[in-house]
């Protein structure tokens, strides 16, 4: 029976647990801001808990410190950060008006993001696949904190009743746990890009996300958001004509 520990050092780094724990103290500042109805505030933090997230497991890897302790603290930091957080940001400011399924839309939300979370570390340690199975729960609370920065950006500063906020929270919970492949961005090795060629395209998308930050935001994780269903949409469609165009020389 293989283990994680097996292929993973114990020893506990410092350097990687502080990015860690920076973005339980978001995720935890997110709650409270919540609370106090701070919701821009809640979701700014909730965004920079993502940066955190992303951060720790690469200065882990660029410094050789990474370790089954840190790996178990950071699945435990991110069920706070990205599944209690943004479902309580989206209770308090889009979910309290419909009763009983509001708050059952979100439980649900806190419910799938500890499942992903679960399936994630079961399956780290059997494949290398480079992209994700299903949505990650970063990405998922940051669609949630990308919604409220794009309502503040059209006027509306206060708690929202809208059935589409109700049902985006549904569709995250779905996403999370489903089979659909989202791009991880780790390597770009497979594509055909020269390097200047993404500094470019990094310059560019930064002045468009400087310029517009929360139109930018929230549209850049919406597209992220449908890649996964799309990019399976695609795949079945290849996959038919594939089985046609055999199916039709047999017959030949």
């Given at each position: 029976?293989t283990d994680?520990?097996?292929n993973?050092?114990?020893?506990?780094?410092?350097l990687?647990c502080?990015?860690?724990l920076?973005?339980?103290?978001?995720?935890f500042?997110?709650?409270?801001?919540?609370?106090?109805?701070?919701?821009?505030?809640?979701?700014?933090a909730?965004?920079?808990?993502?940066?955190f997230?992303?951060?720790?497991?690469?200065?882990?890897?660029?410094?050789?410190?990474?370790s089954?302790?840190?790996?178990e603290?950071?699945?435990?930091?991110?069920?706070v950060?990205?599944?209690?957080?943004?479902?309580?940001?989206?209770?308090?400011?889009?979910?309290?008006?419909?009763?009983?399924?509001?708050?059952?839309?979100?439980f649900?939300?806190v419910?799938?993001?500890?499942?992903?979370?679960?399936r994630?570390?079961?399956?780290d340690?059997?494949?290398?696949?480079?992209?994700?199975?299903?949505?990650?729960?970063?990405?998922?609370?940051?669609?949630i904190?990308?919604s409220?920065?794009f309502?503040?950006?059209l006027g509306?500063?206060?708690e929202?009743?809208?059935i589409?906020?109700?049902?985006?929270?549904?569709l995250?919970?779905?996403?999370?746990?489903?089979t659909h492949?989202?791009?991880?961005?780790?390597?770009?090795?497979?594509?055909?890009?020269?390097p200047?060629q993404?500094?470019?395209?990094?310059?560019l998308?930064?002045?468009?996300?400087?310029?517009?930050?929360?139109?930018m935001?929230?549209?850049?994780?919406l597209?992220?958001?449908a890649?996964?269903p799309?990019?399976?949409?695609?795949r079945?469609?290849r996959?038919?004509?594939?089985?046609?165009?055999?199916?039709?020389?047999?017959?030949?």
């Amino acid at each position: 029976m293989t283990d994680n520990s097996q292929n993973m050092d114990n020893r506990f780094y410092p350097l990687p647990c502080m990015f860690t724990l920076a973005s339980l103290f978001c995720g935890f500042y997110a709650i409270v801001s919540a609370i106090n109805g701070e919701f821009k505030t809640s979701a700014i933090a909730i965004l920079v808990a993502s940066i955190f997230d992303a951060l720790d497991g690469r200065v882990a890897r660029m410094t050789h410190s990474t370790s089954q302790f840190g790996a178990e603290l950071d699945s435990l930091c991110d069920m706070v950060s990205f599944g209690v957080s943004p479902a309580v940001l989206a209770f308090l400011w889009a979910l309290h008006p419909y009763g009983r399924y509001g708050w059952l839309a979100a439980f649900l939300y806190v419910a799938m993001t500890s499942l992903r979370l679960a399936r994630f570390n079961s399956q780290d340690a059997k494949s290398e696949s480079k992209n994700f199975v299903g949505l990650p729960c970063p990405a998922a609370a940051a669609m949630i904190s990308a919604s409220v920065l794009f309502c503040h950006f059209l006027g509306i500063t206060g708690e929202v009743q809208h059935i589409s906020l109700l049902l985006l929270v549904y569709l995250l919970s779905y996403l999370m746990v489903s089979t659909h492949t989202y791009c991880s961005f780790k390597e770009v090795s497979g594509l055909k890009i020269k390097p200047f060629q993404i500094l470019i395209g990094f310059l560019l998308l930064f002045i468009l996300v400087a310029a517009e930050p929360q139109i930018m935001i929230f549209s850049l994780f919406l597209i992220y958001l449908a890649s996964g269903p799309v990019y399976g949409l695609v795949r079945k469609i290849r996959l038919s004509k594939k089985l046609s165009l055999s199916f039709k020389k047999k017959e030949h």
